[in-house]
């Protein structure tokens, strides 16, 4: 679940107050960074972890829980706004909105999802273009430059998974690719991402919450989670391999496909954590399995991998946990429950954990133990969009505020 973005007279002022720089800001293009991998550079740990967070700015920005990004220092969301799903451009350095687009009349969110009314998808943006998939399976393709609505699909509105449209779209060779549908007639497609022409369709894929990620380590393989396998697909639409992965209870796959080398991670759909090697014989690719740890697994949280390890929040409980990569063996759990709507990212030096509860962790990439740097508790309403850093700053989107966080 996944959105959001900000100038003004006295920008040299305000800069030199709060120091932020949108010139040297890191970039988060989509779902998961820029490299759609949760990691983000150029963070630096304070000396001496403060006591508490300094809040900068705070902009009612509507109803979402789809997550910000942040490109070329500008903030960019999706949300609901009185009776619409509307984009906002906002400046980072002082919360002030640059523009809104509104993109269609705003979906009813009935029956156990009607606790999230707003857009649940992460925007994409690439080569000045914001592509945006609403609750209702909505997608659009935006002008960042004007705000203009360049083109929009609707064709995929009919049916929807039972908590509505929440995984992302994923830009790849000029394709706009995307999980659209749901139970009965869940499809991945891929649009051209200048005239929104449908270039392929891969049926029969019924659609969950993940998103779609372009493997870097073997080329042209895209890895993407279905509510009931985890599949292999070719750029170009063509089925590789797949993998069955039914979903426990109610997860349907929340986290999103993660991979080290060769080497594909299966986790998320609420039983535990499955490791499968991927192999080419005969001209064709079989995944063939590693290991299992039935014991250690994600629900509503994508984990990260750093340095020969995979870290997480459990899928029960919302403790972080450390998996070693090369066996599935558990390194350590940690028994503090947070949530298991969680966010996990990799700062370099430092990983995070933000839960849905706003506990903000700041922890060693520790292969041996846990090691808690900082927590910060930034109020009581729900998180359920994964938070931006940028510097010293951390963005955070609750149901209807983004708030800019310093940590100084």
């Not at 049916?159 to 995984?167: A, L």
């Not at 369709?201 to 985890?230: A, F, G, Q, R």
């Amino acid at each position: 679940m996944k959105n959001l973005f900000f100038i003004p007279v006295c920008l040299i002022f305000s800069l030199v107050i709060i120091g932020f720089n949108p010139a040297s800001a890191q970039n988060s293009s989509g779902w998961r960074g820029s490299n759609g991998d949760g990691t983000v550079d150029g963070f630096k740990a304070p000396a001496q972890w403060p006591d508490q967070l300094k809040k900068v700015w705070q902009l009612n920005v509507g109803e979402s829980d789809a997550t910000p990004i942040l490109v070329k220092g500008k903030i960019y969301l999706h949300s609901k706004t009185d009776t619409t799903e509307t984009v906002l451009c906002i400046n980072p350095v002082n919360g002030t909105e640059i523009w809104r687009t509104v993109l269609n009349p705003a979906p009813a969110i009935t029956g156990p999802a009607s606790g999230h009314p707003g857009p649940r998808s992460t925007p994409t943006l690439e080569n000045d273009k914001l592509f945006t998939l609403g609750a209702s399976g909505i997608l659009t393709c935006i002008d960042t430059r004007s705000g203009n609505i360049l083109w929009k699909n609707t064709a995929y509105t009919a049916e929807v998974p039972r908590f509505f449209t929440g995984s992302s779209p994923l830009i790849l060779e000029g394709k706009c690719i995307v999980q659209l549908g749901g139970h009965e007639k869940g499809i991945v497609a891929a649009f051209d991402v200048n005239s929104g022409k449908e270039l392929w369709k891969l049926e029969s894929v019924p659609c969950t919450y993940s998103s779609p990620i372009m493997m870097k380590t073997i080329k042209n393989m895209i890895l993407l989670y279905s509510e009931t396998d985890l599949l292999g697909i070719s750029p170009d639409g063509q089925l590789l391999w797949k993998i069955t992965a039914p979903a426990q209870r109610m997860f349907y796959n929340q986290s999103t496909p993660l991979y080290d080398g060769t080497l594909v991670i299966m986790t998320g759909q609420g039983s535990g954590t499955k490791a499968f090697s991927l192999e080419k014989k005969d001209g064709n690719w079989e995944p063939k399995e590693v290991w299992t740890n039935a014991e250690l697994g994600v629900s509503f949280n994508t984990p990260v991998i750093k340095d020969g390890f995979l870290y997480g929040n459990e899928a029960k409980s919302g403790s972080l946990y450390c998996l070693n990569l090369k066996t599935g063996e558990k390194s350590w759990a940690n028994s503090t429950s947070l949530n298991r709507f969680a966010t996990i990212l990799d700062l370099g030096k430092v990983l995070f954990s933000l839960s849905a509860n706003r506990q903000l962790t700041f922890f060693e990439p520790n292969g041996k133990e846990y090691v808690e740097l900082a927590k910060y508790n930034l109020g009581d309403t729900d998180v359920y969009a994964a938070p931006i850093i940028s510097g010293n700053k951390v963005f955070i989107k609750d149901r209807d505020l983004l708030t800019c966080w310093s940590i100084e």
